[in-house]
């Protein structure tokens, strides 16, 4: 997609968002806003080197924790995005070496913080301040989260072999990273939601 289809596209978003907004039409407001932020913060990302530094950070994230809890790893000079981690499978067999690991916009967050962004930015009765403060705690907790993925991967992979690269990214990894997952939107999202709902409630009863 070029910048100018892009600019087009936003345009676009914007003046619907705004129709909704003006004729106080709620929720295709929030949907067509946090979903199109979503989206846009996605691209950009995408489309700027605020990917690659995203990948790069959680690469080198990644590269510290294994070594200090004892997993040989090595980072390319030239590809700081990819992972040389040391395998022994001690626990299935002997499969001692050398297998890479690539950094990818799955375990970037950028994909996260699109989202985040687009919900919490969008939310409705929530003042700018709060939105902007949620939107920087969610897109640093799923930054941890991808490092604890990460880390749960190379490590599974260090101890059960080259074999189990499958295992360790499509299931062990996407399970650990799903339950973080829904404990940060539980706790940016859901949590508030409920206490701003209990608090009307009492509001509402107590007059």
Known sequence: MTWALAATLILAWALAVFFFRANRVWLPYYLL????????????GRATPVQG???????????GVANAIGIPARIFENDANSLMIF????????????????????CSSLL???????????YPGWTIRRRIGLVLLG???TYLANIVRMTVI?????????????????????????????????YIITLPT??????KLQRDLAT
């Open 33 to 44: 806003g946090s979903v199109g932020l979503a989206f846009i913060v996605i691209f950009v």
């Open 53 to 63: 530094f995203m990948e790069t950070g959680v690469s080198l994230a990644t590269f």
């Open 87 to 106: 395998v022994i499978g001690q626990l299935v067999g002997n499969d001692q070496g050398w297998t890479m690991v690539r950094i990818t916009i799955e």
């Open 112 to 122: 996260e913080t699109g989202v985040i962004g687009g919900m919490v930015g969008f």
């Open 139 to 141: 897109t640093a907790a």
């Open 154 to 186: 190379i490590g599974t992979l260090h101890l059960f072999g080259k074999d189990s690269l499958f295992v360790a990214h499509t299931i062990v990894g996407r399970a650990v990273f799903f339950v973080l997952i829904i404990a940060i939107f539980w």
């Open 194 to 199: 409920m206490r701003s709902v209990f608090s």
